[in-house]
């Protein structure tokens, strides 16, 4: 349990019903050797990565705790450590390869902790975390609610949770016309569900951006904050 002044490891895993083969975190265990070669990386996760670090450090230039959810392999942390050579650096996960994955890919020096465990039941006490981030991991989340509602619950008041992923804003038919309309405009609204569910939790919205890729649909950037009492 993370506590406001230290950092220690869970007693015991905390990981609830989202793991195994069957689930999303089950899949990425199978993947987690190859995923920071995937052809994606490039064009996808780390743009999105370094997009949500941008956002992150404009809204809280100084966070001393950052959490990333869903880290995956870790790569979003060995570049904020860049950014942040003092803040505590932890990211969970509740794929048991992609946490072992994160710790080998992380020397020690940068003093990043990874812990095995999921969005929706977060090992740490209440308002520890400046700054929660989450890049292309919400879209695997089994109950967006519960990890809204945790992620508020760990978030110091006046942090900052910076979420990118992928969400079905525009439709699929006429490409490039649709491509030239997203290049027309720099920022986007965020998502209707989200952005309600954020604000249902204490999160509401403070900035959003839009990263057009390849693909359809674009990665959206979306910035939500913390009141303070
Ligand atoms: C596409 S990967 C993204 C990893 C990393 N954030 C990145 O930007 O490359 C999605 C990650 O979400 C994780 N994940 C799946 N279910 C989750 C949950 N319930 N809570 C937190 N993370 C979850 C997966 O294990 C996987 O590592």
Redesign the pocket.
Known sequence: MVTGNQAEAPKAPTVPA?SGPD???G???AV?AT?EHSVL?PLL??P??QRALRLAQRLMPHPRRIL??????G??LRQARQQHPAAMLIG????WA?VATATTASPPELAIRHLR????RLPFAASVFDLVV????L?????TAA?ITEIHRVLAPGGVFVV?DLFPTYPRRSPPLTVLRRRSRDHGNPPAGLAAALATHGLPVVACQRMPWVCLPDVQIVAAQKGCR
């Open positions: 989202v689930t999303a975190a899949k990425f265990d987690a995923y990386q996760y780390l999105a990565q990333d959810v869903g880290c995956g392999t790569r979003l969970i996960d509740p794929a992609m465990a999921a969005a929706e989450a890049t292309m991991a879209r695997h989340w089994n109950d990890a990118a």
